[in-house]
């Protein structure tokens, strides 16, 4: 299995220039491990096999996970309406938009950045403008960037990817909890789980061995960091750092019922939403799955300035795959192609 891994690895690297961790393990410990690149090009620090990284959208495993867990304990349920939720008024969101369309991306809650649109990336340099990044520090902030959009299309109707709905379950967390949304993940899932490499870090104050994510200008082509372009410390729809060791434990603990129960975890998991019937792509509370008779795969990925993620776990062989990267660099093919070996 290791050669075969490696190879798969060495072809995708084979034309590019990797700069993060590519890890796969399996219940007895590391199958393969890479790490190449730097965390800091200035002082040329190499990344290496523990470096933690900016997992962007990957975040939204541990919202769907902690949103779970309050539904587990009787604290929501998947049909509470978000209007009954917050104490806050949602001017253009719908009315019937429940817990449940925030959680399967069917919501068709007007998105901050909407990444079906063309134009995603210019309206994205738009918003940063007229809201500075550092001054997303909580998530009431976001409210002013969402409340006034139009829905895209009626609860239930289809999926369609939403940053703001997530950032919505993150005020649906906290008003429930009585806590910010980040303490409840550090203190139900980030500590229990011993993951020592994993932390909402503050962009401005990074621990040691943390990768800074790179962007390359396109005209001069050199690289500068992220720091500009993302929220200052992360929130529910994307901005943990972590690293690939703890992802591990991540996924062992989800599927130990270490996290959530065994009805919940289930339920968690259950393909919720077809994505893509053709290729059997599909969505839960929170994760991404991909069935092909008898083999499957689970997954979170994420990506933004400066930030390529991908975690997966294949229940087969119970192998866990990650590659985190400070640069955006495509790396989400990796998964299909891991999926022949591993799933």
Not at 69 to 98: A, F, H
Not at 140 to 146: D, F, S, W
Not at 170 to 181: H, K, N, T
Not at 228 to 245: E, H, K, N, V, Y
Request: charged share 20%.
């Amino acid at each position: 299995m290791r050669n075969s891994i490696q190879n798969i690895y060495n072809a995708w690297c084979d034309d590019k220039e990797f700069s993060g961790v590519f890890s796969v393990t399996g219940p007895d410990g590391v199958i393969f491990q890479q790490a190449g690149g730097y965390r800091n090009k200035a002082e040329k620090l190499p990344n290496e096999v523990d470096t933690a990284f900016g997992i962007a959208s990957g975040t939204k495993l541990f919202t769907g996970l902690a949103v779970c867990k309050l539904i587990g304990e009787g604290k929501l349920s998947p049909e509470d309406k978000l209007w009954d939720l917050l104490p806050y008024d949602l001017g253009q969101i719908d009315k019937r938009v429940t817990v449940h369309h925030l959680l399967t991306h069917t919501s068709g809650v007007g998105d901050y950045i909407d990444e079906e649109a063309e134009d995603s990336e210019e309206q994205l340099a738009a918003l940063n403008n007229k809201y500075p990044c550092y001054l997303w520090k909580r998530l009431e902030y976001y409210l002013q960037m969402i409340t006034h959009l139009p829905p895209k299309f009626e609860p239930g109707v289809r999926y369609g990817y939403s940053n703001a709905g997530y950032i919505l379950l993150g005020l649906a967390v906290e008003a429930v909890s009585d806590m910010p949304y980040q303490q409840f993940v550090q203190e139900n899932i980030i500590t229990p789980c011993e993951l020592q490499r994993t932390g909402f870090y503050p962009m401005d104050s990074l621990p040691g061995n943390t990768a800074f994510g790179y962007i390359c200008d396109e005209t001069t082509k050199e690289w500068r960091t992220n720091i500009f372009d993302m929220p200052i410390i992360g929130g529910s729809d994307g901005g943990l750092f972590t690293c690939a060791q703890d992802l591990d434990k991540l996924w062992r603990a989800i599927f130990a019922n270490e996290i959530l129960s065994e009805n919940m975890t289930q339920t968690f998991l259950k393909q919720h939403v077809v994505m893509d019937e053709e290729d059997g792509e599909s969505y839960g509370l929170g994760v991404y799955s991909l069935v092909d008779g008898d083999k499957g795969v689970y997954y979170a990925v994420g990506g933004d300035a400066g930030v390529a993620f991908f975690t997966a776990y294949f229940p087969q062989t119970k192998t866990v795959a990650s590659a985190l990267a400070n640069t955006n660099t495509g790396i989400y093919s990796l998964i299909s192609d891991l999926f022949d070996v591993l799933g």
